[in-house]
């Protein structure tokens, strides 16, 4: 009697066939994965960047209270937010990140509009408000100190070094 023995293994093949499988399984997960990142990443310098407009507008309410603005625009320097403890980001804790957020009341002194500039050294957001989601970022590596180009006579600057200045 010639009895066969019962193999009950996975040949070279079938076993060659699933780490191909499972290669082309996570080539294809972490080419997703790296856009993921790209859009968390920009999301999170939108969610910074309201978060400092919210420090700008407790800066802005302070210096209405000390007499230094009255009713016209002011622009906070992301340096001066943070060296005031308004903001926990700044040059000093980490070099990347710039930035200014422009306030402007209206003729009134009521109604206010935010506009913000930051940047974390990966990407931008410029002249952006409250609103602004964070695929508006481009890549670039700095943002605007003195609120971009729009804060022109009239406007008090709070800068890093302390100093107010009226252009």
């Known amino acids: ?20 499988i ?3 399984i996570i080539v294809i997960a972490s080419s997703n994965i790296g856009g993921l990142t790209t859009t968390a990443r920009k999301n999170v310098l939108a ?24 009713t016209e625009p002011a622009c906070f320097s992301l340096a001066y937010l943070y060296k005031e403890a308004y903001f926990d ?18 003729e009134s002194g009521k109604i206010y509009t935010y506009k913000y500039w930051i940047s974390n050294s990966s990407y931008v957001l410029s002249e952006a408000t409250p609103e602004t989601k ?4 481009v890549k670039g590596t700095s943002a605007s100190e003195t609120c971009g180009t729009t804060s022109g006579t009239g406007t008090t600057v709070f800068a890093e070094n302390g100093k107010k200045s009226n252009p």
């Not at 040059?91 to 200014?100: E, F």
């Open 89 to 106: 980001k700044g040059p000093q804790s980490n070099p990347k990140y710039t930035g200014s957020v422009l306030i402007t009341p209206d």
């Open 134 to 137: 964070g695929k508006s970022a």
């Open 22 to 24: 499972l290669a082309i």
């Open 47 to 70: 969610v910074e960047g309201n978060t400092l407009v919210e420090s700008a507008k407790t800066a802005y309410q302070l210096a209405v209270l000390n007499g230094e603005v009255t």
């Open 1 to 20: 009697m010639n009895v066969m023995k019962d193999n009950r293994g996975f040949t070279l093949i079938e076993l060659l066939a699933v780490i191909v």
